[in-house]
């Protein structure tokens, strides 16, 4: 319970934020929801479950691209467009899994961003119908949620703080459940879960589905709410990207994606004011964290002390 | 106020007169202030990622534009500032760059990027903050009516335009059937779609085009398909892997025959063309956007800018000759901060307000003349398709140098198009 009061309680401090931030924080602030969400996702998958896949931004573009798509060009209604992203995350996370999952350890990281990468070249390739790698940008109806116009900052925010919320609750209600600690079981020790009667296989391929919907959600609503759909968000980057909000707020726990997405979010805005080798700074403070704090901030801050943290 | 009152004032009017002589007194110095205020310009820098080449010599010439407008008064009597904001060359950050300058660092207007998935990814944004978005980019994106009302392109012609007009050139001086080797991503299509358009309207014809994945680095396996009747062989490769490229067409054909070959400057911006694995460009044409070498008939203003800039004959930084610039394209930066400086002026800007007033004094340009303003030369602004015509040069290697043989008319590169954004809304 008292755990359950701590994420509420975060969750109405972000949400209480929107109304005290200036403009560009405010922005931020929607964008890192959105991030973080995607990280929760990846981190259902890699912190929970034990997977690390270096492919994760076939989830999200995936779920970006059948959105946009099908807004832009099939038609379709924003609302339903939007609900076609986390399918789409879901069913490819799927498809991914039935095949990469029959592999372990640096070859699941081999296949999955083998996948990603195919999917990438893809949008390259059928540059007609995807823009390519320039991308292209939806219209502002394609943006209105029925009479919610996701060009407007505070129903940005407002759409960004719902899935967030939706998001960190669904995986704190997953790692506390019966079917969570099974993940976590698998992550520590898959043998013996598979002894005590669990299957593996399915546990792990359900941990990538769930991750691959929140991915494919998080990819769809960032089209919607910036306007823009490129074959950047494919790239290997964005499957890289989840990784270190992961490590750096603290892989299997459930506040850390948020964190981590957050600090890195404004470590480069504000190394990137402060100087012009901003890279720089951001590679020292990753390997300070992984020299320091190997499992996060809030890994660390479970182990000295906070051990019920979720 | 009635004339008891003036001889006999009350407490109250007494009051009220000194409130308003001290308004009448503070009044001149406060509108001097606004006036004398900088004008705050944000640049989006791709500092670092794969533009970083072009960033580098993109800050360095908006600095020297800077000094020239601000040695010479600045705009309408007020000093100019610049903000650099790093995008990394990347859509996701130049959108966050294009609202931090605009909200954070409260600038008048934003001008620079040139990578088109960038452009295509912040203009949105630009467009929900309502600010003027100036892009040097040569994409065709802004001509093609998909971006929006606040988005122009004052300084560089769109590939399609460049296209246009070198085409008639190569069909009557190095062949009509033209394979085309280009990367198989957007840039490339563009090239691909409209030159091709361009050789058919000249009754010549495309043999071939090869599309080269853009993970790909060794070139070897794509050089059989060029078709044996090929008379120009057209590249436009970019990237790290050019040198290879060359390197491996040069062995393919070796000392016998080969086609002409015509390539973009794209592909060596801020190479050395002397480099020992380019040789086999020798006697091959380019396509600059100005002539990245000092050439005999260089203009006032040419050299002008190219001394302001601190760039030597070859192109390369004055205290480094290693140091090649980005010369085919960095022109379009200066010449932005003088078309900003051009409406800001005609719009009488005093500030954030006069945002719109600024697009719509873009949209009355039309035939800007060749200066100092604009050392690459004359150019005429459509309106309704926010985007500037220009000249473009083709140029041949020659002994490591290259050396400008065609210079195209303004109206070579002139295509015909239904977009109108002056049809749109702000």
Redesign the interface.
Known sequence: MRMLALHLAVLAGVAALQFVL???HH??AA?ILVLATYAIGFNIAFGYTGLLSLGHALFFAGGMYATGLLVDQGGWQPWAALLAGPAAGGVLAAGVGLLALRTAGPAFMIVTLMFA?AFH?AI??W??FT????????SGAARRLGPFDL?DPATRYGAAFLLFAAAMLGCLALVRSRTGRVLIAVRENEERTRMLGYDPFRAKLLALVLSGLLSGAAGATYGLM???V????AAI?YSILPLIWVLLGGAGTVLGPLLGTALLFYLI?WA?SVT?A??FVVGAVLILLVLFAPRGLLGLLRERGLRSLP | MNRETILHPTRRSLLAGGAAALTAATLPRFVQAQSSEPIRLGFQLHRTGIGAAYGRWYERTALAALKVVNEAGGIAGRPVEILFEDDATDPRRGAEGVEKLASQAKVDMIFGPLFSHVVIAAAPRAAELKIPYLVCSEGYHVASGKLNRWTLQPGITDVRAQVTAMAPWVTQNLGKKVTMIFPDYAFGHDHRDFFTEAVAAQGGEVVAQIAIPPTETSFTRYFPRIPRDTEVLYHVMVGPAVLTFVKELGEFYGSGAKPEIFGFIDSLEAVDIANPGLQFLEGSHFWEGQCRMLQPDASEAETFYRDAVGVDANGAAIEDPKNVSCYGHMFSVWETLFAIKQGMEACSWRGPQDRQAFVEAVEAFTEMPAGRERPQGAKVFNPKLHQVFGHQFISKLEGGKLVKVHETSLEDGIYPSDVDYLATSF
Not at chain 1, 131 to 138: A, I, K, Q, V, W
Not at chain 1, 230 to 233: E, H, I, Y
């Open positions: 200036p403009a560009y922005t931020n964008r990468q070249l390259l390739y540059g007609r823009g390519g790698d320039e991308g292209f940008t939806l060009a910036f306007g823009y490129g074959g950047s968000f980057q805005d990137s012009t901003s890279q």
